[in-house]
């Protein structure tokens, strides 16, 4: 069982940065793939990044990419999202969660989740 619980989201100007961080509980953090998720108001949630379990692979959406970089601290059980030049799109509840696979970009791939925290991005 893992538990996962996010912090770090918050209010932001367009063009301005946040860093998320979600720890885990557990002995086993670094068999399990993090994924971070978003989910605007209306909207299905969606992949955002995801870092196998050394850390050594990471991929993003297209919409994310050059502008957030995901990271892990195995040592500490947390996984990062730094999230820079932010854009009102951006806004959404942010999603930690972690999956047995190598790594994947489907949300139904991911066994555990967090409660996810709330980033919105003011124009």
């Known amino acids: 069982q893992v538990q996962l619980v996010e912090s770090g989201g918050g209010l932001v100007q367009a063009g301005g940065s946040l860093r998320l961080a979600c720890v885990a509980s557990g002995r086993t953090f670094r068999t399990y793939a993090m994924g971070w998720f978003r989910q605007a108001p209306g909207k299905e949630r969606e992949f955002v990044a995801v870092?196998?379990?050394?850390?050594?692979?990471?991929f993003y959406a297209d919409s994310v990419r050059g502008r957030f970089t995901i990271s892990r601290d195995n040592a500490n059980t947390t996984v990062y999202l730094q999230m820079n030049n932010l854009k009102p799109e951006d806004t959404a509840v942010y999603y930690c969660a972690a999956t047995g696979s190598y790594y994947s970009q489907n949300k139904n791939s991911y066994n555990y989740w967090g409660q996810g925290t709330q980033v919105t991005v003011s124009s």
């Open positions: 870092i196998t379990g050394s850390g050594i692979t990471t």
